[in-house]
């Protein structure tokens, strides 16, 4: 089975723009998770999807936003972008939500 | 509120010897506690998982330690070898209900194995 993939890998944008990343689950997931991570800092929780639906969300402000597609595929939008958001967003897929999960190898994000 | 620990950054230990990597949490209704290793430039890969009913769980080289009254868990590697350098995430989750999908992360610890 093919992994998460997530694209693009690498993303340089300046303030005030936004962005929107793509993650593809591993096949017959139907739970997506995000998460970002900053350097020195664990992986902070932004939001899930399953089927179709958002089920939980983390404390980001509204400029994150995300959905996800009947075919499981996600994606996450960051509006009016902010130095702080320079971070390594990674997905995450699993079957159900719950237990393991499988992470994608993220896209870096450098706003400037 | 964070709700997961890891108190030690960085561990370093010698090649054979034992790794012992710490975590604390503070919500004693979390179901699953799972362990992360992540390498640069990668996504994290699962390592091992316990359920918080069980007290101990091993996988080879690998052995998770579940203190529910002390709400703490450890990961044991032995013997450590230098392909085990890496950052170990903790990780909490639920297994259902409205908590379903979020995985609470630990800020890792960057373990050093030296040859």
């Known amino acids: 089975k093919a992994g998460v993939t997530q694209t693009p890998r690498y993303l340089i944008k300046t303030r005030g723009q936004q962005v929107t990343l793509s993650c593809s689950p591993i096949?017959?997931?139907?739970?997506v998770s995000w998460y970002q991570q900053t350097p020195g800092q664990g992986l902070q929780f932004l939001f899930e999807?399953?089927?179709?639906?958002?089920?939980n969300k983390g404390n980001f402000p509204g400029r994150f936003s995300g959905r996800q597609f009947s075919n499981s595929r996600s994606e996450m939008n960051v509006s009016t972008l902010e130095l702080g958001d320079s971070a390594l967003y990674l997905c995450?897929?699993?079957?159900?939500?719950?237990?393991?999960?499988?992470f994608g190898p993220g896209t870096r994000l450098t706003v400037l | 509120d964070q709700q997961v620990k890891q108190n030690s950054p960085s561990l370093s230990v010698q090649e054979g010897r034992i790794s012992i990597l710490n975590c604390d949490y503070t919500n004693s209704m979390f179901d699953y506690f799972l362990w992360y290793k992540k390498y640069p430039a990668e996504g994290p890969t699962f390592l091992i998982s316990i359920s918080s009913i069980k007290d101990k769980n091993e996988d080879g080289r690998f052995t998770v330690f579940l203190n529910k009254s002390a709400k703490h868990l450890s990961l044991h590697i032995v013997p450590s070898q230098p392909g085990d350098s890496a950052v170990y995430f903790c990780a909490a989750s639920f297994a259902g209900g409205t908590n379903a999908g979020k995985s609470t992360f630990g800020d890792g610890t960057t373990l050093t194995v030296k040859p």
């Open positions: 995450a897929s699993s079957l159900q939500g719950q237990g393991e999960q499988f």
């Open positions: 096949s017959g997931h139907r739970s």
């Open positions: 999807y399953f089927s179709e639906t958002q089920r």
